[in-house]
């Protein structure tokens, strides 16, 4: 009898969204460091870079708990 594992078990539909949405996350937060790196003084990115580091804080803060 094999048990499975992780590589082996199905992927759920909400798996594959979740993967989906994590990469475009990544590459979109990717892009946001360039800018910013590269000067742009945009207040709305400034906003928005200020604001997943909130989201982000608060994500860790959750988690350590």
Do not use: F, W
């Not at 709305?44 to 982000?56: P, S, Y």
């Amino acid at each position: 009898m094999r048990t499975a594992t992780a590589s082996t078990l199905p992927t759920t539909a909400r798996d594959r969204r979740l993967r989906t949405i994590v990469k475009r996350l990544v590459i979109e937060l990717g892009y946001l460091e360039y800018c910013l790196a590269e000067g742009l003084q945009d207040p709305n990115v400034q906003t928005a870079a200020a604001g997943l580091d909130t989201a982000i804080d608060c994500l860790n803060e959750h988690l350590q708990d």
